[in-house]
């Protein structure tokens, strides 16, 4: 099948962008990497009047570093994130869930706005920035506005993204002091979405207990979702036993609502959730405790 047709715009800037959003509003859309858009236009899962090609806004591609975040514009691809050094040292969250996205093809044109704004609850990249109280940047005729990472992900496929808004730029926390990071998840072939996955975030204090905790999950909901029961149980306590870990795994699937579907059930979804979330959970509290605090590291708290 071939998409429904469309009006092509191509601007250069920001202005522009945001200039052809309002003019069309409703009927027009922004395309990023097209990894997940052409497919649905070319289904005619969706269509729209005019295409609004974010590709040749430079402004919209890089990284950058300051007070404390990591800022990565909307257009920065996932395979420039994978091999950014910056990103790995700031936010090495983001580095390892970035090779557990698809294919590198897909990689090379997929972009970290992208995969947010589209908002697969089975994506890597909407748990990272929930884990983190990542914030974003949206941009319209009217102004920029920054949103918290809990109030973006409103629904599977939904965002608070409106029709006149762009998203231009996402701001992760850099974590300071002695911090473990990890991701994994399950998939039924390398390169798909994940049937469940998990990340987890973990700082510890000089004596090794846990300072802070995060935990995100995907593939376990309707959106990402933070584990915020085990998060609570693990904060001020000393690194738990494999048994604690496993409770605590079973624990977050509290906040977990997966689906049946053709690919699996909700049940099998919880199963293998709690497994993920001991072993991230296991892995990021190791990494922290092995960790030294890095030498001007800010303290993001
Ligand atoms: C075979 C295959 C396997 C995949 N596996 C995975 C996987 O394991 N994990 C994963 O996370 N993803 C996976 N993907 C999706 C891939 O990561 C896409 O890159 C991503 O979902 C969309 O990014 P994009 O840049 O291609 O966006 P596009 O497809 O161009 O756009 C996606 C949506 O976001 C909107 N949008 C894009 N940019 C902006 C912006 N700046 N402001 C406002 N709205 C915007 C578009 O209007 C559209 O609605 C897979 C895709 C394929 C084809």
Redesign the pocket.
């Known amino acids: 099948m071939k998409p429904a047709p469309f009006e092509y715009h191509a601007p250069e800037s920001v202005d522009d962008v945001a200039g052809l959003l309002a003019e069309h509003g409703d009927e027009a ?12 236009l070319a289904l005619r899962l ?1 269509r729209f009047a005019h295409l609004v090609d ?1 590709n040749r806004v430079a402004a ?1 591609r890089g990284v950058s570093r300051d007070n404390g975040s990591l800022t990565v514009r ?2 920065t ?2 395979a420039a994130v994978e091999r950014d050094a910056e990103v790995a040292r700031a936010v090495p969250l983001l580095a390892r869930a970035t090779p ?4 590198f093809q ?2 090379n ?12 609850p ?5 748990a990272v920035a929930l884990a983190l109280d990542a914030t974003f940047e ?1 941009v319209s005729k009217s102004g920029t506005t920054r949103v918290a990472a809990s109030d973006f992900f409103e629904g599977t ?1 939904q965002t608070c ?1 409106d029709a006149q ?4 730029a996402v701001h992760f926390p850099v974590w300071g002091g002695r911090c473990g990071f990890a991701c994994e ?1 399950v ?1 039924r072939r390398a ?4 049937l469940a996955g998990a990340v987890a975030a973990i700082e510890v204090d000089d004596a090794g207990a846990v300072r802070r905790a995060a935990v995100g999950l995907f593939g376990l909901g309707p959106t990402p979702l933070r584990a915020h029961a085990a998060e609570a149980e693990l904060i001020g306590e000393p690194p738990p036993t494999p048994d604690g870990y496993r409770a605590l795994g079973q624990l977050a699937m509290r906040d977990a609502d997966p689906v049946d579907d053709v690919h699996a059930s909700a049940s099998y979804r919880r199963r293998v959730g709690a497994h993920l979330v001991a072993r991230t959970l296991a892995s990021a509290v190791e990494e922290a405790r092995q960790a030294h605090d890095p030498p001007g590291a800010a303290r993001a708290r």
């Open positions: 859309k922004p395309l990023a990497g097209g990894q997940s858009l052409v497919p649905m969706t974010l919209l909307a257009m691809t996932q557990l996205i698809g294919h897909i990689r044109r997929g972009t970290v706005g992208g995969s947010l704004a589209h908002a697969d089975a994506s890597e990249y909407p949206l496929w993204i808004q762009a998203l231009v998840e998939a390169g798909d979405f994940a």
